[in-house]
């Protein structure tokens, strides 16, 4: 068997920056690499609603936002598969399934469950549907027999969640599933690109993201307003930057031929920031600077985005595609699952007939 992918994200809103930088760009290269057989990439809806359930319209809406911003980025429908996750009822049932060979206590125990809860607020009153958030993952990735899952760094406690389950139904039930590999962004800038207002993550619900199909001017107004060092107050002052987020979506970004070609003054990024160090150099230039840099290439991305925008029907044509090619492999899954379990009862002839005959013999 070869190498087959297994990434996603849920639509709760347009992708923004993060995951441009920390997922996106890594799909499509790794799409182009040649080197996977098969690459599945989920809207993940069923996941999403775990904490939406009082607002499914908002999950709905954003299933064509997610798509969208999928195939503009590069996604391409001939070399990935993109699908629904509710659309794929056989990883419902595999969720159920595993259920039974996980502990709570070691749910509590997983790291980003706990960090989840906490930053959602959720106290005593966490859906169950969220709470086996990482066993329904499992069932995501071990459906499609993948043996890599591109995530960044806080989705290590998942993965390796995902190992567990799959170590513990092959020891019990015989080989059957395959164990995954997590794979990391090469650049450490791009596992957590922070917001616009310095704050350690990009969140739709802070409202401090730079969208993927975000206009011209919008990214113009985000880019000129992001947090810089609040002690830069002056240009002739030295400035940090630590904490600085427009050095860190410069350290994501920029490239030598950017200088070249925007900033020429400037031979490279260590060479600007030595000179903000120093001071001389006002937070406007370097703002300027980036955002020369994002709109050069988020313009592509958002033009291929008004060109699939004008053909709706087709998108949702690629996405029924997609969830017919992904639940006939989800399929093939559980029915080696439900062979390895012994609860395969009407295809199992040998166990049939030997029922029959005992039945039989005994009268």
Do not use: W
């Amino acid at each position: 068997m070869g190498k087959i992918i297994l990434t996603g994200d849920r639509p709760t809103g347009k992708l923004h920056l993060g995951h441009f930088v920390g997922s996106l760009c890594q799909r499509v290269q790794l799409q182009n690499s040649g080197e996977f057989e098969k690459i599945f990439i989920m809207i993940a809806d069923a996941q999403a609603l775990t904490d939406n359930a009082d607002n499914p319209e908002k999950v709905r809406q954003n299933i064509i936002e997610v798509a969208l911003d999928y195939l503009s980025c590069g996604i391409d429908p001939a070399k990935s598969t993109i699908f629904i996750q509710s659309m794929v009822p056989e990883l419902t049932e595999l969720a159920f399934y595993y259920m039974n060979l996980v502990t709570v206590a070691r749910l509590e125990r997983n790291p980003t469950v706990k960090s989840e809860i906490v930053m959602r607020e959720f106290g005593k009153s966490i859906p169950v549907g969220f709470y086996t958030y990482p066993i329904s993952q499992a069932s995501d990735i071990t459906a499609f027999r993948a043996t890599t899952v591109p995530a960044g760094a806080d989705q290590e406690p998942m993965i390796e969640q995902t190992r567990e389950i799959v170590h513990k139904f092959n020891s019990i039930y015989g080989p059957t599933l395959v164990e995954p590999e997590i794979l990391l962004p090469s650049n450490c800038v791009c596992q957590r690109l922070p917001g616009t207002d310095g704050k350690a993550k990009m969140s739709k619900s802070l409202g401090n993201c730079i969208y993927l199909s975000d206009s011209a001017e919008d990214l113009r107004k985000k880019v000129m307003s992001m947090y810089t060092d609040p002690n830069h107050i002056r240009v002739e002052d030295p400035g940090s930057i630590e904490g600085n987020c427009v050095f860190t979506y410069l350290d994501a970004f920029s490239t030598p031929d950017h200088f070249a070609q925007f900033l020429p003054d400037y031979a490279s990024l260590d060479e600007l920031k030595a000179h903000y160090k120093s001071g001389g150099l006002g937070d406007v230039k370097v703002k300027k600077f980036l955002y020369a840099v994002l709109q050069e290439m988020l313009e592509p991305i958002r033009a291929r985005r008004k060109e699939y925008e004008q053909d709706i029907e087709g998108v949702y044509d690629i996405l029924k595609k997609g969830c017919e090619v992904a639940r006939a492999e989800a399929a093939e899954t559980l029915n080696m699952v439900r062979n390895s379990m012994k609860i395969n009862y009407f295809d199992d002839m040998d166990l049939i007939r030997k029922q029959s005959e005992m039945y039989k013999a005994a009268k």
